[in-house]
T-cell receptor, first 114, second 113 residues
Framework: GQQLNQSPQSMFIQEGEDVSMNCTSSSIFNTWLWYKQDPGEGPVLLIALYKAGELTSNGRLTAQFGITRKDSFLNISASIPSDVGIYFCAGQRAGGEGAQKLVFGQGTRLTINP | SAVISQKPSRDICQRGTSLTIQCQVDSQVTMMFWYRQQPGQSLTLIATANQGSEATYESGFVIDKFPISRPNLTFSTLTVSNMSPEDSSIYLC??????????FGDGTRLSIL
């Protein structure tokens, strides 16, 4: 099935560094979501974006909904050890057949060296 | 947000057998979904579980292999039938209300020997 293009696939950084990851799509989405998955758990919602151009923060996390509605990025500032995990973007279309369905990116695996 | 409980949390099964996974939500929800996450991969939607009617399957997934039930607005089951090693994955239930983003259970980790 369709997947979003998420990059990078993995990141190895030092504690305290900032992190940036992004997702792109060939088609338009009306909602962009960012999830984090820890080992042994399901994905947990971090940020939801509903409007093109929207910039939303959640603590040290900031995400933006691209103007074209075909992309989104997530930034993490001043990374800490608990930020380790896999981050997934997901796009959702509004209305009609397929509404509510999520299309996921391939994930970004974040590793932090203390 | 709704609290989602999945059972079992993990299982090891013999090939050729079937396993039914349960998803229980602590409040009524409009939408329930089942996803598969193969080892080291992203999430792929298997089907939308519709209350009172047959599930809607995505391309590549069929009812004979993944029968789904949704008897009410708080409960759904996914059966993985006639399992083979290729079915070793994490199976995740998610719920949505149409007004809030989907939330996920912790998944069922399935290994087929």
């Amino acid at each position: 099935g369709q997947q979003l293009n998420q990059s990078p696939q993995s990141m190895f950084i030092q504690e305290g560094e900032d992190v940036s990851m992004n997702c792109t799509s060939s088609s338009i989405f009306n909602t962009w979501l960012w999830y984090k998955q820890d080992p042994g758990e399901g994905p947990v919602l971090l940020i939801a974006l509903y409007k093109a151009g929207e910039l939303t923060s959640n603590g040290r996390l900031t995400a933006q909904f691209g103007i074209t509605r075909k992309d989104s990025f997530l930034n993490i500032s001043a990374s800490i050890p608990s930020d380790v995990g896999i981050y997934f973007c997901a796009g959702q279309r509004a209305g009609g057949e397929g509404a509510q369905k999520l299309v996921f990116g391939q994930g970004t695996r974040l590793t932090i060296n203390p | 947000s709704a609290v989602i409980s999945q059972k079992p949390s993990r299982d090891i099964c013999q090939r050729g057998t079937s396993l039914t996974i349960q998803c229980q939500v602590d409040s009524q929800v409009t939408m329930m979904f089942w996803y598969r996450q193969q080892p080291g991969q992203s999430l792929t939607l298997i089907a939308t579980a519709n209350q009172g009617s047959e599930a809607t399957y995505e391309s590549g997934f069929v009812i004979d292999k993944f029968p789904i039930s949704r008897p009410n607005l708080t409960f759904s089951t996914l059966t993985v039938s006639n399992m083979s090693p290729e079915d070793s994955s994490i199976y995740l239930c998610s719920v949505g209300t149409g007004r809030e983003p989907q939330h996920f259970g912790d998944g069922t980790r399935l290994s087929i020997l």
